[in-house]
C-alpha cells in the first residue's frame, strides 16, 4: 500500500515514529537546514502529498535526510557529513525553532573542498557512525571522537579518501558492550584456546594415552 503519493522527480527518502511531541530537522545538499515543530505538520491521508518542510530553490539542490528532535534529551547532537569527508557534531541549540517550509540555516560550510552534504544524523557519544563510501570502502568511528563545531563550520576530516571517491551514505549503530566476567569464574576458566579449541586451565589428555583418542587418530609406527 502506498505511504505517500510521490510526484515526478521526486523520491521518499525514509520514514521515522514519532511521539507527537518531537521536532523535525530537515537538511539540504547545499549545506542548510530547517528545524519546526512536529505540530506544524499537519495530519493527512495515506495517500496525501504531504506539506512543505523546507524551501529548495535550486534544481541541483535536494533534501538528504531528516531527523526527529526530542527536546527532553540533552545527550544527543547533531551530527552532518559531506561527500569529501568532512563531519562535525552541533548542539541542537544552534538551531533556532521556525515555521516549516523556510529556507533554514547553515549547518555546514559546503565549499568545494567539502562536496555537497551527504547526511544528518542525531547521534549520542555511545553510539559508532558508519560511512560508505561510493568505491565500497566502509569504516566505523566512535561518534566521540568526533569534536564538536559551531553549525557554520566546515568541521573535520573523518575519512582519507582515494581520487574520484566520495561519500555515498551515512548511519549510526551502537557500540558494542563488552561481555561481563563472571566474578565466580577462576582465573582462565572458560575461555577457549584457539590452537586446541579446549578451556584455558582444564586438563590436556596425555599425549600416551590411548583413551583420549577419537576414531580419526592414526597409531603410530611403535603402536
Same mark, same amino acid.
Given at each position: 500500500m502506498n505511504a505517500i503519493t510521490i510526484v515526478e522527480g521526486d523520491e521518499l527518502?525514509?520514514?521515522?515514529?514519532?511521539? #507527537?511531541?518531537?521536532?523535525?530537522m530537515m537538511a539540504l545538499k547545499s549545506g542548510r537546514a530547517i528545524r519546526f515543530e512536529e505540530s506544524k505538520v499537519r495530519s493527512t491521508g495515506r495517500g496525501a502529498i504531504g506539506v512543505g518542510g523546507i524551501e529548495v530553490d535550486d534544481t541541483k539542490d535536494e533534501v538528504v535526510g531528516m531527523i526527529c528532535v526530542n527536546k527532553?534529551?540533552?545527550t544527543r547532537t547533531v551530527m552532518v557529513v559531506s561527500e569529501k569527508g568532512f563531519g562535525k557534531r552541533t548542539q541542537i541549540d544552534e538551531y533556532r525553532i521556525t515555521n516549516r517550509g523556510?529556507? #533554514?540555516v547553515k549547518t555546514i560550510n559546503v565549499t568545494e573542498k567539502t562536496g555537497g552534504l551527504v547526511g544528518i544524523l542525531y547521534v549520542t557519544e555511545k553510539e559508532d557512525l558508519i560511512i560508505t563510501c561510493k568505491s565500497g570502502v566502509t569504516i566505523r568511528t566512535g561518534i566521540q571522537s568526533i569534536r564538536e563545531a559551531g553549525r557554520a563550520t566546515q568541521g573535520v576530516k573523518l575519512i582519507r579518501l582515494d581520487e574520484g571517491d566520495e561519500i555515498a551514505a551515512i548511519s549510526q549503530i551502537e557500540d558494542q558492550v563488552e561481555p561481563e566476567i563472571n566474578p565466580n569464574l577462576e582465573a582462565g576458566e572458560g575461555e577457549v584456546n584457539p590452537e586446541t579449541n579446549a578451556e584455558l586451565g582444564s586438563e590436556m589428555p596425555d599425549e600416551n594415552s590411548t583413551e583420549n583418542l577419537d576414531n580419526n587418530t592414526q597409531p603410530t609406527e611403535n603402536q
Open positions: 527518502l525514509e520514514a521515522k515514529m514519532t511521539d #507527537g511531541n518531537s521536532e523535525i527532553e534529551d540533552t523556510g529556507k #533554514g
